[in-house]
């Protein structure tokens, strides 16, 4: 798993950055014994400029036109660092842990999800499926593999009393211990620019799975009699109600088309069968963009949904109205659309695809009829 460390560390913000996709495998004695002094630079980043150079790619431009000081393929590099710092807001993961995540993915892999490494290593931190790790498949999902760093690093007892090296090694094992510690600035600038662009960060984070107890709508069904639902599944039975008002007919078509693809926290719900996790759905982005293929704009935070529209009584939900639950009536946590027959589609939390759940699963704070 740690072969990789000496190649990656030899290039690390050398004039011949681009060479970095060539030094990815190497994996020589000879490599290893200059990995000591070639990071000694590593330490000289423009904290400030990285992060304004980020910030630019993050919103649109061209990588072609930005370089990023430690960073070959930012095009590549930067949505991946994206992934591994929305899943540790979302998993409630502290700066520095996820500090300590980029660190270790730039030292593993250089941000790139790789299908190759030392003896059967994959991914971007380099992760094994022999060592308990997961499967291939699983390993080369940057969710997945990021979920799993933080569990492990989160399993140290006093792990955020230790250096970022110290850490690093301590969930890796790594032959090359101190080879961590010379990402730690460019790490920390990459945080501060990715964690920017999530509103909210550190509050909409848990959108747990559908809050239990009993929902407090008394709608003329509750879904209970669907039994349980396959995850990413629609019930047998079901189909949209033919007096579904036609904007919420779209929305709800939309929507149904993504069932079964993984949430995302901080996901634009833009390409949820794509390969960027980015592009995938949490829950408020799945409502946004159903309903924005309705032609009907929403704002994008659960905490701003809750404004959308007008209220309307939880005894009487139509197809398309937005459903609330977790925190409270003024400011809830997650968001769903009901669909009719008693059944709400939802993109609930990490690890979790969107699909269709019965209200009995639901303890309804609001509502909300947007059209």
């Known amino acids: 798993m740690k072969g990789l460390a000496a190649g990656i560390g030899v290039v690390v913000l050398s004039p011949f950055l681009l060479a970095g996709t060539a030094m990815l495998m190497a994996t020589s004695s000879d490599a290893a014994q200059t990995v000591s002094s070639s990071l000694a630079c590593a330490g000289d980043v423009d904290t400030d400029t990285v992060v304004e150079q980020v910030t ?5 431009a061209d990588t072609k036109n930005i370089h990023v000081e430690g960073l070959s393929l930012p095009e590549e590099q930067i949505p991946n660092a994206r ?4 899943t540790g807001i979302d998993l409630h993961v502290p700066k520095k842990g996820q500090i ?7 030292q593993e892999s250089r941000l790139r999800n790789l299908s190759s490494g030392d003896l059967d290593s994959l991914g971007l931190f380099q992760q094994r499926p022999s060592q308990g790790w997961g499967t291939a498949t699983e390993i080369h999902d940057p969710v997945y593999a990021a979920t799993q760093f933080y569990k492990h690093l989160l399993a140290v007892d006093g792990w955020q009393q230790l250096t970022v090296a110290q850490a690093a090694q301590t969930v890796q094992r790594s032959a090359y211990p101190d080879a961590y510690a010379p990402w730690e600035p460019l790490a920390t600038a990459l945080q501060k620019a990715i964690a920017a662009t999530f509103p909210d960060a550190g509050q909409d984070t848990s959108e747990p799975d559908t809050a239990s107890g009993t929902a407090s709508c008394a709608a003329t069904e509750d879904g209970s009699g669907y039994g349980t639902i396959p995850e990413g599944s629609v019930p047998k039975g079901y189909s949209i109600p033919k007096n579904a008002d036609p904007a919420a007919r779209k929305a709800i078509d939309w929507a149904l088309k993504q069932l079964g693809t993984m949430y995302q926290w901080g996901g ?13 759905c949490d829950c408020s982005s799945l409502t946004q963009q159903a309903y924005k293929h309705a032609g009907v704009t929403l704002t994008r935070t659960t905490y701003t949904q809750i404004n959308e529209g007008k209220a309307v009584s939880t005894k009487h939900l139509q197809p398309g109205d937005l459903i609330f639950a977790r925190g409270s009536a003024a400011r809830p946590e997650h968001v769903g659309m009901y669909i009719g027959s008693g059944l709400a589609i939802e993109a609930p939390r990490t690890g979790k695809p969107v699909r269709i759940t019965p209200l009995a699963d639901w303890a309804i704070l609001a509502a909300r009829r947007v059209i």
Not at 83 to 86: D, E, F, Y
Not at 100 to 106: D, G, K, S, Y
């Open 100 to 106: 300590i995540a980029l660190a270790t993915a730039m």
């Open 83 to 86: 992934t591994i710092v929305a």
């Open 56 to 60: 630019k790619i993050l919103n649109g």
């Open 268 to 280: 634009t719900c833009t390409a949820p069968h794509g390969t960027d996790p980015m592009g995938r």
